[in-house]
C-alpha cells in the first residue's frame, strides 16, 4: 500500500512539474525528435587518425538503429572520400553531439540524396549484437499529404560539430515537379536552414518525418564551393586552406519527401539486396569528363503521364498556378550538383528557387522542374540553370495577361494507326516496324499557317518537313515517321513548329517486337530459385517458395532494346516498393534470362513479391510470387508512437540518485502479483545511471494498464498495478521515485 | 529514618518468584527460537530456487528464485538478478553444435573470437580443468570485460565483469554453462553459481 503511495505521488508530482515546464500547448513531441537526431561524420584513416572529411545530421528511423540521412554526405564520392561513418548523439539537448556508434550504408540512391545507414558497432569499434539497440526513433509520414503553408519543423545540427541539435519552424512554400518523382519531388519551405543541417528531418505537427531537408555542396575545385577545414590533416602545424576542408552548402530550401525513403527503409528492414549481373550493370558509366550542360530551355504549362510536356509556351496567363521549366541535359552523373535561380522582375525569388541539390536523371535527355498548384505571380521571370556552380541555361517568361487565343500544338501521343487513323498503343513506347505515327491537338490554326514537323533519333535529325496549314481551326491531327528499313529501336524524338517556333515535342521509344499494336520488350518474367546465378536459366519458374529461401531470381527474356534505352526495375513487396531502379540498357539487343537476384541476410521474409518492368513510366511487363504465407510478419517495435517514460530513482534520506535500480515495466496482460520473473512478461526493463536516471526505451501506449516494479538490493521494493497514461499526459513524462532503504 | 528505611528497601534485591521466573526464561527462550525460525526463513527465501525443464535440450536445472529468466536469446536459458545493483548477476545455459573432430578448445576459441568482436577489454584469465558433478570432465575458462551501458542517452560507468565458463562436450553437442557478476563481488557470489551447478542436470 505504501510502495503504491509512493509512486502514486511521484506520477502526480511529475505531471504537475512537467505540466508547469512545458505549458505551451505543443503537440510535437520534439523530446523524442531531438533524441532521434544524431550528427553524422564521414572520416577517413591516415595513418592511425580518422580525418574527418564530411559532415551531415541523420535521424534515426528505426529501433535497431537505421538513419536516414542524404547520400552526398556519407556516400564515398570525390568530395567526401571517407571510408568510415561515425554517428553522434546529444545526451543532454543543450550539449554537442558526443561520437557514440559507427554505422554502414545499407542502401543508398545517389541521385534522390538519400542514404540509409545501419549502426554497426561502437564507436570503440566493437560489434553492436543484432537486436540488442533500442534508440528513440521518429516514424514516416505520407509526404503526399503535406500541404501548402503548412507548418513543418526542421531539426539538424547546423554547426560542424560543436552545436546542439537546433529547431526551425517554418512552412511549405511549394512543391517541385521533376520527372524522377513526380509533382512532388522536392518540398520547399521558406524557413531559414543551414546547409549544414542536411540530412536532417522535417516534421509535421504530429512529429512524423515528411522529408529530409537537402542541399549538395558544390565540388571545392569550383566556384561556389563552400568548405571549413578544421584539422591538421597535413601535420604542417597549421590548420589552413592546404588541409582537408569539410563542405558545408549554402542555405537550404528543399526538402526530399520521406516517401522517397520508403523503398530504402523496408529494402534495409527486410534485410533484402538486390544483385544485378555486372555485364548489365544499371549504374551510369564512368563519370563523363566533360561539363554537364543544359540547352533548349522552354516552358510547359502541364506534363503527361510519360513526363512529356503537353504544349510548348512563351508566356502564362494571369492566375496560372502549374508551370513546368524544360531542358535537355548531358553528360550528368549522379554527382552532378545542379540549381536553379529564379528571379521575378531582377529580384531573386527563393520559392521558386531551387537550392543545389544532386541531380536524379540520367546521363542525357529530356528533364523538367515544375510546380503544381501554386501560383505565379504576375512579373518577368528570369530562370538560370547551374550545373557544379556553372551557368548552363537561361530562359524568361512572362506570366501575366489574360490567355490570348494564339495557335497552339498540344497532347502528342504515339501509336500505330488503325483504319481509321488513330493511333493504338500505349503512347510513348512503340515496336519495331516501319512507322510510328503521332497524334496531336490543333487550336486557332489558321489556313496558310507555315508549320514544320522534325524527326529526330537518337539526337540526329532524321525527316523535316515544312508545310502550309491547310486543316481546320481545332482539332486532331496525325503525323508519320515511315523508314526504308524498318524503324530501329531507340529514343526518337518529335518536334512541332508553328512559324518556326516550337509549339510542342515529345519523346518516345520504339522497342521490342511488334505483338498488334504493342511492343513486347520483356517476355518470360518470372521468378525462380536456384543454387546460382549461373544455373536459373535451367531452372523452372515458380510462383511459390518456402519460408527462410535464402535467395530467389527474377528472371526475364528481352529484345529489340537499344544500348542507352532508360528502362526500369521496380521490385515491392505487399505492394510496396523497395527497389526501383531506372538506368540506360547496357547490355544486347536481345538476350534470354536476365537475372535480378533477391538476398535476404536472413533469409527472403515471408511475403508477396513483384517485378515490374517499365520503359518510359510505361509498365510493359511484371511477375508475382509468394514467400512463405505470402504476407509479411508483423512487427511489434514498429510504431514510435506513444509516451515517453523517464525519470529519476532518488534515495528518500539523501535525495541523492540511486544507480543500478531496475525499473520494470509488465505488459498488460500481468500484474505484480502475476508476475513469474518471465522475460516475456516484460514490456521494458530499464537500468538506472550513475545519477539514478532511467529511460524507458518503449513508448508507452495511451489508455493501457502497466504494472511498475522498482527494485535493487538495499530497499524496499516499489511496486504498482495499474499505471497508465492520458491523452493530457505530458510527453515525455518524467517520474521521480523515492526508494526507502530496508 | 523514612528515607534511609526507602532506600534500603529499594536497593534491597527482590527476589522472583517461581512463575516470574520462568515467564523470563520463557520469553528469552521463545526470543531465540523466533530469531532461529527468521534466521531460517530468511536463509531459505535467500536460497529458494525454481526449477526448470527443458525436454528439448535435455537441462534440468534449480535456478534462484526472483531472477529473471529468459528463453528468448541464443541460448537454453538465461537468469540474470535484476535486483543486483550494478551489472545483474547471470547464470546462462547455451548449447553449440559439434563435430566428433571438434576438441574443447575449438568451441572456446569460438567463444573467445565472438566475444572480442562485442565485448570490451575481453581477456581470458584462465583455463583449467573442472569436475562437474557425477565426475563429468568440464573445462573452466574465467574471463574479464567491461560492461557498458547501451543507452546512449545516460551516464553509466563502465562495470568491470568477471565470467567463468564451464565447458564440457557430451552427446554431440557442447554445453556452456556461464556465470558472470561483477568483478569486485565474484567470489561472494560464487556460491550461487556452485549451488546452480550442484543440482544442474543434463
Not at chain 1, 15 to 24: H, Y
Not at chain 1, 235 to 240: F, I
Not at chain 2, 79 to 94: H, W, Y
Request: hydrophobic letters at 40%.
Amino acid at each position: 500500500m505504501r510502495t503504491a503511495l509512493y509512486l502514486a505521488v511521484g506520477v502526480v508530482l511529475a505531471v504537475i512539474v512537467s505540466s508547469a515546464v512545458e505549458g505551451q500547448g505543443q503537440t510535437i513531441d520534439l523530446e523524442r525528435i531531438r533524441r532521434a537526431t544524431v550528427f553524422i561524420m564521414q572520416a577517413r584513416s591516415v595513418s592511425s587518425d580518422l580525418i574527418v572529411t564530411c559532415v551531415g545530421s541523420g535521424t534515426i528511423v528505426s529501433r535497431d538503429g537505421l538513419v536516414l540521412t542524404s547520400a552526398h554526405a556519407t556516400f564515398p564520392s570525390r568530395l567526401c572520400d571517407g571510408e568510415t561513418l561515425i554517428v553522434a548523439f546529444s545526451v543532454r539537448a543543450d550539449e554537442p553531439p558526443i561520437p557514440k556508434y559507427r554505422a554502414e550504408i545499407v542502401q543508398a540512391d545517389i541521385g534522390l540524396d538519400l542514404a540509409l545507414l545501419r549502426i554497426t558497432r561502437q564507436f570503440d569499434g566493437r560489434l553492436v549484437e543484432p537486436g540488442s539497440l533500442a534508440l528513440p526513433f521518429v516514424e514516416l509520414a505520407d509526404s503526399n499529404t503535406v500541404q501548402l503553408d503548412q507548418t513543418i519543423t526542421v531539426v539538424g545540427y547546423p554547426g560542424i560539430g560543436h552545436d546542439p541539435v537546433d529547431i526551425r519552424r517554418g512552412t511549405v512554400g511549394g512543391f517541385v515537379a521533376e520527372p524522377r518523382g513526380g509533382d512532388r519531388a522536392w518540398i520547399k519551405t521558406l524557413a531559414e536552414i543551414p546547409g549544414t543541417m542536411s540530412g536532417g528531418g522535417a516534421y509535421n505537427q504530429d512529429g512524423q518525418l515528411i522529408g529530409v531537408p537537402t542541399t549538395a555542396p558544390i565540388i571545392s575545385s569550383l566556384q561556389g564551393a563552400a568548405c571549413i577545414p578544421v584539422q591538421d590533416t597535413n601535420g604542417d602545424g597549421l590548420v589552413n586552406a592546404s588541409d582537408v576542408c569539410i563542405p558545408v552548402g549554402g542555405f537550404i530550401n528543399s526538402i526530399r519527401p520521406s516517401n522517397f525513403a520508403r523503398p530504402l527503409l523496408r529494402a534495409a528492414t527486410l534485410g533484402i539486396s538486390v544483385e544485378l549481373p555486372l555485364a548489365l550493370g544499371t549504374s551510369f558509366a564512368s563519370i563523363p569528363e566533360r561539363q554537364p550542360a543544359f540547352r533548349r530551355l522552354f516552358f510547359a504549362p502541364s506534363v503527361n503521364e510519360a513526363g512529356m510536356p503537353t504544349s510548348v509556351i512563351r508566356s502564362l496567363p494571369a492566375g496560372a498556378t502549374s508551370l513546368y521549366l524544360f531542358f535537355d541535359y548531358e553528360n550528368m552523373t549522379p554527382e552532378t550538383v545542379y540549381e536553379l535561380r529564379v528571379t521575378v522582375d531582377g529580384i531573386p525569388n527563393r520559392t521558386f528557387s531551387l537550392a543545389p541539390v544532386r541531380w536524379s536523371g540520367g546521363e542525357r535527355g529530356l528533364w523538367y522542374i515544375g510546380s503544381v498548384n501554386q501560383p505565379w505571380p504576375n512579373g518577368v521571370y528570369d530562370f538560370t540553370l547551374f550545373a557544379n556552380g556553372v551557368t548552363s541555361g537561361t530562359a524568361r517568361l512572362l506570366v501575366g495577361g489574360a490567355a490570348e487565343p494564339a495557335p497552339t500544338f498540344s497532347d502528342i501521343v504515339f501509336g500505330l494507326q488503325d483504319s481509321r487513323g488513330t493511333p493504338l498503343g500505349n503512347g510513348f513506347v512503340l515496336p519495331t516496324g516501319d512507322i510510328a505515327n503521332a497524334r496531336f491537338i490543333y487550336r486557332n490554326m489558321q489556313p496558310g499557317l507555315p508549320w514544320t514537323v522534325i524527326w529526330y533519333y537518337e539526337g540526329i535529325e532524321v525527316r523535316r518537313d515544312e508545310q502550309v496549314w491547310t486543316d481546320g481551326l481545332s482539332g486532331a491531327k496525325t503525323v508519320g515517321l515511315a523508314g526504308e528499313g524498318g524503324l530501329f529501336p531507340g529514343a526518337y524524338r518529335l518536334e512541332l513548329y508553328i512559324e518556326n517556333r516550337l509549339a510542342a515535342t515529345s519523346d518516345f521509344t520504339i522497342a521490342g517486337a511488334q505483338e498488334g499494336v504493342f511492343p513486347r520488350v520483356f517476355t518470360n518474367v518470372r521468378f525462380a530459385s536456384a543454387p546460382t546465378t549461373a544455373e536459373t536459366g535451367r531452372t523452372a519458374s515458380a510462383s511459390a517458395f518456402p519460408t527462410g529461401v535464402r535467395a530467389i531470381y527474377g528472371l526475364f527474356d528481352w529484345q529489340q532494346i537499344r544500348t542507352g534505352t532508360l528502362w526500369t526495375l521496380r521490385l515491392s513487396v505487399d505492394s510496396n516498393p523497395f527497389y526501383e531502379r531506372t538506368a540506360p540498357w547496357s547490355g544486347q539487343e536481345s538476350g534470354a534470362d536476365f537475372s535480378v537476384r533477391l538476398v535476404g541476410e536472413m533469409g527472403i521474409p515471408d511475403g508477396t513479391y513483384r517485378m515490374e518492368l517499365l520503359v518510359n513510366n510505361v509498365p510493359l511487363q511484371l511477375a508475382q510470387a509468394q514467400v512463405g504465407i505470402g504476407q509479411l510478419p508483423i512487427d511489434r517495435f514498429a510504431s514510435a508512437s506513444g509516451l515517453q517514460l523517464r525519470g529519476q530513482i532518488l534515495d528518500a534520506e539523501t535525495n541523492r540518485g540511486i544507480p543500478g535500480v531496475s525499473v520494470i515495466l509488465l505488459t498488460a496482460e500481468y500484474s505484480v502479483s502475476d508476475f513469474e520473473w518471465r522475460e516475456d512478461q516484460l514490456f521494458a526493463l530499464a537500468v538506472t545511471d550513475r545519477n539514478g536516471r532511467f529511460q524507458i526505451d518503449r513508448p508507452l501506449e495511451l489508455l493501457v494498464p502497466y504494472s511498475v516494479i522498482v527494485a535493487t538490493a538495499g530497499y524496499l521494493p516499489v511496486t504498482a498495478d495499474g499505471f497508465r497514461i492520458g491523452p493530457e499526459t505530458p510527453n515525455p513524462l518524467d517520474l521521480t521515485i523515492y526508494l526507502t532503504r530496508g | 529514618m523514612a528515607s534511609r528505611d526507602l532506600l534500603g528497601a529499594a536497593a534491597r534485591p527482590e527476589s522472583l518468584t517461581f512463575r516470574q521466573r520462568w515467564s523470563h526464561y520463557i520469553a528469552v527462550l521463545y526470543c531465540l527460537v523466533a530469531t532461529l525460525i527468521g534466521l531460517n526463513l530468511r536463509d531459505a527465501a535467500l536460497t529458494a530456487t525454481i526449477s526448470y525443464t527443458n525436454s528439448q535440450a535435455g537441462i534440468r536445472a534449480q535456478y534462484p528464485a526472483n531472477w529473471l529468466i529468459d528463453e528468448s536469446g541464443n541460448y537454453v536459458f538465461r537468469v540474470r538478478d535484476l535486483s543486483r545493483p550494478g551489472f545483474k548477476t547471470t547464470i546462462q545455459v547455451a548449447t553449440r553444435p559439434v563435430s566428433p573432430l571438434t576438441s574443447t578448445r575449438n568451441v572456446l576459441d569460438a567463444l573467445n573470437l565472438s566475444r572480442a568482436q562485442t565485448l570490451a577489454a575481453y581477456e581470458v584469465l584462465s583455463e583449467e580443468f573442472y569436475a562437474l558433478p557425477d565426475d563429468v570432465a568440464a573445462t573452466a575458462m574465467t574471463y574479464t570485460f567491461v560492461d557498458t551501458q547501451d543507452n546512449p542517452f545516460l551516464q553509466s560507468i563502465p562495470v568491470v565483469v568477471q565470467g567463468l565458463d564451464i565447458l564440457t562436450i557430451r552427446g554431440g553437442q557442447a554445453l556452456v554453462i556461464t556465470f558472470l557478476a561483477d568483478a569486485s563481488a565474484f567470489d561472494r557470489l560464487r556460491p550461487v553459481f556452485d549451488q546452480f551447478l550442484d543440482n544442474l542436470e543434463f
